[in-house]
């Protein structure tokens, strides 16, 4: 058995060899700090509807096939969320969500408070920076609330989260619009805990070669001997 100085590294070498579907992206510390609610209610309190959502950037050269986002959450109640509603979205120019690439309600077996979520099919992205979202399906009445884990990296991992809130349930400036999280609501911290599992590929095909003359073999066991 090899042994491993962090887990970090453990979890590396794992998912280097995990080739079904293998960890694309990943950002969350040992233990999130902080949470901010991104969750779909019942009609009662649609008010409350709000969205958390994170980016992430597909390297140049490169084409990615996801197939499932783990996501660590957190909820007071013991009724865990059993559905979830995943959306990805590209990139505006004043870097939030902007067009809606895909979405899809994601039904568990089990409820789970940080589930990895199934894709139906694999997405596929080019090259490119991206967002995504996740919001937790939940009745408030019987079921509470659920949060997303926040945290702030030591290094910048691109765009802060954006946040949004239709209702305007909870008084804030992002009734309308996404937003950056810590402008939605002061204090919060700066990156969502989310992985991506699924398969990279290069977008460019490497050029095959073809030998056109005629090739004269020099090994006498290829001669008929009679």
């Given at each position: 058995?090899?042994?491993?100085?962090?887990?970090?590294?453990?979890?590396?070498?794992?998912?280097?060899?995990?080739?079904?579907?293998?960890?694309?992206?990943?950002?969350?510390?040992?233990?999130?700090?902080?949470?901010?609610?991104?969750?779909?209610?019942?009609?009662?309190?649609?008010?409350?509807?709000?969205?958390?959502?994170?980016?992430?950037?597909?390297?140049?050269?490169?084409?990615?096939?996801?197939?499932?986002?783990?996501?660590?959450?957190?909820?007071?109640?013991?009724?865990?969320?059993?559905?979830?509603?995943?959306?990805?979205?590209?990139?505006?120019?004043?870097?939030?969500?902007?067009?809606?690439?895909?979405?899809?309600?994601?039904?568990?077996?089990?409820?789970?408070?940080?589930?990895?979520?199934?894709?139906?099919?694999?997405?596929?992205?080019?090259?490119?920076?991206?967002?995504?979202?996740?919001?937790?399906?939940?009745?408030?009445?019987?079921?509470?609330?659920?949060?997303?884990?926040?945290?702030?990296?030591?290094?910048?991992?691109?765009?802060?989260?954006?946040?949004?809130?239709?209702?305007?349930?909870?008084?804030?400036p992002c009734n309308t619009v996404w937003n950056t999280g810590?402008?939605?609501?002061?204090?919060?911290?700066?990156?969502?805990?989310?992985?991506?599992?699924?398969?990279?590929?290069?977008?460019?095909?490497?050029?095959?070669?073809?030998?056109?003359?005629?090739?004269?073999?020099?090994?006498?066991?290829?001669?008929?001997?009679?």
């Open positions: 058995t090899k042994p491993y100085v962090t887990l970090a590294a453990y979890n590396a070498a794992f998912n280097s060899q995990n080739i079904n579907a293998p960890l694309l992206y990943g950002q969350f510390p040992p233990i999130g700090t902080s949470t901010i609610t991104s969750q779909q209610f019942e009609a009662a309190n649609a008010q409350y509807n709000s969205n958390a959502a994170d980016d992430f950037t597909v390297p140049a050269g490169k084409s990615w096939q996801v197939s499932a986002i783990y996501v660590r959450g957190y909820s007071i109640s013991p009724v865990y969320p059993t559905s979830y509603k995943v959306t990805f979205y590209t990139n505006t120019g004043s870097n939030l969500p902007g067009t809606i690439i895909r979405t899809e309600n994601v039904i568990l077996a089990a409820g789970s408070n940080s589930p990895t979520l199934p894709l139906a099919t694999a997405l596929s992205l080019a090259a490119g920076k991206y967002w995504v979202s996740v919001q937790a399906v939940l009745d408030f009445a019987g079921g509470g609330q659920w949060y997303w884990e926040t945290y702030s990296d030591s290094s910048t991992l691109s765009s802060p989260y954006a946040w949004t809130n239709p209702g305007n349930g909870f008084g804030t810590s402008i939605c609501i002061p204090g919060q911290l700066k990156d969502l805990a989310f992985s991506l599992d699924g398969i990279e590929s290069n977008s460019t095909a490497a050029t095959c070669k073809t030998y056109v003359a005629r090739i004269v073999s020099t090994d006498p066991t290829e001669t008929t001997t009679l």
